[in-house]
């Protein structure tokens, strides 16, 4: 049996850093999302008799210091430190230093040692290993090895050290059947301490399958951890898991389906939304999930508006079609505007998510996406610019053209703010962030007509405090970068 000290690092201070978004930074709406994957690694081992303690730093700033303290109380044999593209440094600077407090293996986690698993060894010898992509098994193994069941040769999927030496073992296939997997430890955290505007409060997020069958070539978790084929869980296993959720915590008002795409599988979103139907759950929860602008069934909609899902969170991107091709979106912009128009009509409220600096990007291709925002009518929607992420196609091509600005990792972020580090010839980097803010604020939530109609649609003190605190951090973004603080 070894004891595991997991780790969600805290990042230099910077508040409200978020590892488990999409976009590894602090977001302009200042989000928060429950570590799902973690905790769902970190039941593993626990079902496999292995002690484990998981600290959320990064959302609940835990400084440093107060980490070490806890790690050496605890007495690990092996300490897991997750890591993102922006916070590497600071990330493998505290994995080393817990090693050095405990004594304990030192592991990483994460898209970005993934896919450069020698040179993130290199920046540090105090890191003994990483573990790539879908890493629930391989920890597990891992932690054999701390206990001294087995040797690190022999674990597969891990990049490690021996002496001088940084060695490879073979790739460790995909998990096929993921009901076997046991539900999120969620007694690790507070459910409270994670909020987001656009979710009911407070909100849990659910992994129905993991993969996403799209080519999109900037997205990060199927190009560089779980691959490019939806694996699904079943209906019933997945709806056994809400209802295990609502145990926990009675007070439970959203669960967010997290995978890349739901309806990726249409047939199987319907079943999921006949089980929680069957069970009753629909008159206890509302549920929201990410979504493409491709369902034009009106029925599916419809039965899924049956089984209480409140909103859908759709990838529309971008509003010129000759930027939608060049990230491999499959989709078009005139069926964004069917989709939209039948999810009204089945009653489902939509978050939309768009970007900034697509390849070929321009000021007038910009302004198509800024546009396609306003006529789509989105009940909320995120402003984001693109980030190219080590290990996706996107990554590769901006590299390839010489359009990376930035020199080092923590250029990823702007002192831990949601940025880019693309430039292009027809559009600068500063360009690209004061487009992406004016489709944000401008374009959408400065519109009297925006404000008049969250307010009209406020329904309780709950409601009205969840949205005052999401204007608020809105707010603090725009000052923040009006100030230049």
């Known amino acids: 049996m070894a004891r595991v000290f997991f780790l969600n690092p805290s990042f230099y201070g910077v508040k409200n850093f978020v590892r488990t978004a999409r976009w590894f930074a602090r977001s302009r709406g200042r989000v928060g999302r429950p570590p799902d994957y973690y905790l769902i690694a970190v039941a593993v081992l626990e079902k496999a008799g292995h002690v484990c303690k998981f600290v959320d730093a990064a959302c609940k700033e835990v400084p440093f210091e107060d980490i070490e303290k806890m790690a050496k109380e605890f007495k690990p044999n092996m300490v897991v430190v997750t890591t993102t593209t922006p916070s590497i440094y600071n990330d493998i600077k505290q994995a080393a230093k817990l090693k050095e407090a405990t004594g304990a293996m030192a592991v990483l986690i994460g898209s970005h040692v993934s896919v450069l698993p020698e040179e993130s060894l290199k920046i540090d010898k105090g890191v003994d290993a990483i573990a790539k992509r879908e890493y629930d098994h391989t920890l597990k193994d891992l932690a054999d090895v701390a206990d001294g069941k087995k040797k690190l040769k ?78 699904l869980r079943s209906a019933k296993n997945v709806v056994d898991e809400i209802e295990y959720d609502l145990k926990l915590f009675p007070a439970l008002k959203e669960v967010m389906f997290e995978d890349d795409t739901l309806t990726a599988d249409q047939k199987r979103c319907a079943e999921i939304c006949d089980e929680i139907i069957k069970r009753g759950l629909q008159k206890k929860l509302s549920f929201s999930g990410n979504s493409r602008a491709d369902i034009f069934d009106i029925n599916l909609l419809k039965k899924m508006k049956d089984a209480n899902f409140r909103m859908l969170v759709v990838g529309y991107e971008f509003g010129d079609q000759k930027v ?59 402003f984001s610019s693109l980030v190219p992420y080590p290990g996706t196609e996107f990554y590769e091509y ?88």
């Not at 999927?157 to 296939?173: A, H, Q, V």
């Not at 990230?327 to 939509?350: C, P, R, T, Y």
């Not at 944000?440 to 969840?466: C, E, M, Q």
Request: glycine share 8%; with cysteine.
């Open 154 to 231: 022999d674990v597969t999927g891990i990049t490690y050290r021996d002496g001088e030496k940084i060695l490879s073992t073979k790739d460790r296939p995909m998990i096929e059947n993921l009901d076997e997997l046991p539900f999120p430890a969620w007694h690790h955290i507070d459910v409270k301490d994670y909020f987001d505007a656009g979710k009911l409060y407070p909100f849990l997020t659910i992994i129905a399958g993991r993969g996403c069958p799209n080519g999109c070539t900037f997205c990060l978790l199927p190009q560089t951890l779980y691959g490019r084929r939806y694996r």
């Open 324 to 382: 939608l091709d060049a990230v491999h979106k499959g989709e078009l912009v005139e069926n964004m505007k069917k989709f939209s128009k039948l999810a009204k009509e089945a009653g489902i409220k939509i978050h939309g998510c768009f970007m900034i600096g697509g390849p070929g990007e321009t000021e007038e291709t910009a302004s198509k996406t800024i546009q396609l925002a306003k006529d789509l009518g989105c009940d909320t929607l995120q």
């Open 398 to 485: 901006c590299k390839k053209n010489n359009f990376i600005k930035a020199t080092n990792w923590k250029e990823w972020v702007d002192a831990g703010e949601q940025s880019t580090v693309i430039e292009y010839p027809a559009l600068s980097k500063d360009k690209i962030i004061e487009l992406t803010d004016k489709g944000l604020y401008g374009g959408f939530y400065f519109r009297p007509g925006v404000i008049f109609h969250h307010i009209k649609t406020t329904r309780s003190l709950s409601d009205f405090s969840r949205k005052f605190k999401g204007f608020v951090s809105l707010m603090d973004y725009w000052v923040r970068r009006k100030l230049n603080i």
